[in-house]
């Protein structure tokens, strides 16, 4: 073995107890989750046991960390991942005096979306059925909006929340004045 393999080995069992332990998971927690025995981890995360790469996928996956980025020698800098706000990316004009920036990664569309609504005053953000099952759950964070979803009609003022379906038509209007929202898509 090259002297970077051993390195990696020796620094696995103290990456997966420390990814266990970042995520409040006990050993019995961990075993139920990725299906190894409490033993077999606790061997491993003290380094008296080697994975197989079945046992360390299990592992890796039940954690929901990289498999690769475990067992990679290199530091990590940081977990963060910071886009500035000029960063976002935009969609404007959608729908009638609408600016949407998308605060969810791209991965998550069509599964857990997140956006950042802003309506000028008159505008609306009228919305086609999405996917069987789809909600939405919009909070109002400035302004007042008239929120519909199918055949009911609601006016939220600022803090308010809604939770609704949104697999029938729905439209967020800003509602005597402009209005800023977030916005949270969760598809079933």
Same mark, same amino acid.
């Given at each position: ?14 990456r ?10 006990? @050993? ?14 606790? /061997? ?5 046991s ?8 299990n ?16 530091? /990590?800098?940081?977990?963060?991942? @910071?886009?500035?706000? /000029? ?45 069987r ?13 008239s ?6 009609? /609601? ?13 029938v ?20």
């Open positions: 073995m090259t002297e970077s393999s051993d390195t990696m080995l020796t620094q696995l069992p103290a997966l107890k420390q990814a266990r332990l970042g995520q409040g998971l006990s @050993l019995e927690a961990i075993a139920k989750l990725s299906g190894v025995s409490r033993s077999m981890v606790s /061997q491993i995360e003290r380094g008296e080697s994975p197989t790469i079945a046992t360390l996928w592992l890796t996956r039940a954690l929901q960390v990289d498999f690769a980025g475990l067992l990679d020698s290199a530091p /990590q800098v940081s977990r963060i991942e @910071l886009l500035r706000a /000029q960063d976002v990316p935009a969609i404007n004009n959608l729908g009638s005096g609408c600016r949407i920036r998308i605060l969810s990664p791209p991965e998550e569309a069509g599964r857990h979306e997140v956006y950042d609504l802003y309506i000028a005053d008159g505008g609306a953000l009228d919305s086609q059925p999405h996917a099952g789809a909600r939405e759950h919009l909070t109002v964070i400035e302004g007042r909006v929120l519909t979803s199918g055949d009911s009609a /609601q006016v939220l003022n600022t803090s308010d929340t809604a939770r609704y379906p949104a697999d038509n729905h439209c967020i209007a800003a509602h005597e004045g402009p209005a800023r929202a977030f916005l949270v898509v969760h598809y079933a």
